[in-house]
C-alpha cells in the first residue's frame, strides 16, 4: 500500500462515523460509475469487433453486394448525395 493511501486511512480514521458513511457512499457511487463506463467500453469493443468479423464474412459482403445491386436504380434517380 503506497504511503498516500496509508495518510488517506489516517485521515478517514478521524472523521466521524457519519462522515465516514457518508464518505463511503461516496466511494462506492465512483466505484459503480467507474465500473458502468468501463462495461459500456467493453461493450463497444465487444460489438466492433463482432462487426469487423462480420464485414470479412464473404456470406455478409455477398449479401450486401446483392442489396447495393437492387437500390443501383434509385441511387441513379439524379438526387445528389447530402
Known sequence: MSPHL???E???G???LEEQEWLLERITEQVKKKKQ???KF???QY????LAQMAKDPEI??????INQEFVVTEMDGLERL
Open 37 to 39: 463506463l468501463l462495461s
Open 42 to 44: 467493453a461493450d463497444a
Open 6 to 8: 496509508k495518510q488517506i
Open 10 to 12: 489516517h485521515s478517514i
Open 14 to 16: 478521524a472523521l466521524s
Open 47 to 50: 460489438m466492433a469487433e463482432q
Open 61 to 66: 459482403q455477398a449479401e450486401i453486394a446483392s
